[in-house]
């Protein structure tokens, strides 16, 4: 049996327990490569600014993660379960066919509706489906460009580059040039990207070599979380999330590795 045949149809808003059970069936079976993040059961987000509740979930699955975003009112963690989710989202990265299917699993029934996103943002290049439950949105996101990417001219990359290894750079040009470097999916920009994180942390680094599955980024990564003001939530909960993502590259890696000699 597929994952779309073990989906239960939703025609009405989800409550954050309806929502989850979905997600429980669609996946069924399917191993999580990392703990869940369920921000009310963690007292160090219990501050954190913010008007929502969140939760993540991290499927694997040949070569794929499906990462499940779950956002709910920031209501008395004990509500919780009762109360609607209005937003259920999965992260399509890496390659596994089984993951596409079961995603898609999450949306029979609902009805189509524009993407949020796009209306902010506009076309980012991410391949979306979008349905509602009344008032829930559920998105399924693909995060692969299919065909080759082109390389950045020379002179381009060795520009963007210098900007990460220059000493003087701000915050905010680095992050932009991480941004431009990741539109080249290639070995030079993993190095440049690991390259920075020896020197200063970047979150958007990270964000980028978790999504490309580089587990190189995990150790930098954990220097970071180490080295945080406890106080700083936002950022602890970022981190974390993105330390879970690698984990989970990592749990799927090491699942496809041959067993060692004996």
């Known amino acids: 049996m597929n994952g779309a045949a073990l989906c239960h149809t939703?025609?009405?808003?989800?409550?954050?327990k309806d929502a989850q059970a979905l997600v429980d069936r669609c996946f069924a079976g399917v191993p999580e490569g990392a703990a869940r993040l369920y921000e009310p059961g963690d007292p160090r987000f219990a501050d954190r600014p913010s008007a929502v509740w969140?939760?993540?979930?991290?499927?694997?699955?040949?070569?794929?993660?499906?990462?499940?975003f779950l956002k709910w009112g920031r209501v008395p963690p004990e509500q919780s379960p009762d109360t609607e989710a209005s937003v259920l989202r999965v992260h399509l990265i890496g390659d596994s066919s089984g993951l596409v299917a079961r995603a898609r699993g999450l949306i029979e029934g609902g009805t189509p509706a524009p993407e949020r996103i796009l209306g902010l943002f506009g076309d980012d290049g991410v391949g979306r489906d979008c349905v509602s439950f009344g008032p829930t949105s559920v998105t399924v996101e693909q995060w692969v460009r299919s065909g080759p990417r082109e390389l950045l001219e020379a002179e381009r990359f060795q520009s963007l580059s210098q900007v990460l290894a220059e000493p003087d750079s701000t915050p905010e040009e680095r992050h932009e040039a991480v941004q431009r470097l990741s539109a080249e999916h290639s070995e030079r920009v993993v190095a440049a990207l690991l390259g920075l994180l020896q020197e200063r942390s970047s979150i958007m680094a990270l964000r980028v070599l978790s999504e490309w599955g580089v587990v190189e980024a995990r150790e930098p990564l954990r220097r970071a979380l180490a080295a945080l003001?406890?106080?700083n939530t936002a950022d602890l909960w970022a981190l974390t999330a993105l330390d879970r993502r690698l984990e989970a590259w990592d749990f799927m890696i090491r699942g496809r590795s041959p067993p060692p000699v004996t």
């Open 229 to 231: 003001d406890p106080e």
């Open 10 to 16: 939703l025609r009405r808003a989800m409550r954050l």
């Open 54 to 68: 969140l939760e993540y979930r991290w499927y694997v699955h040949e070569r794929g993660l499906a990462e499940i």
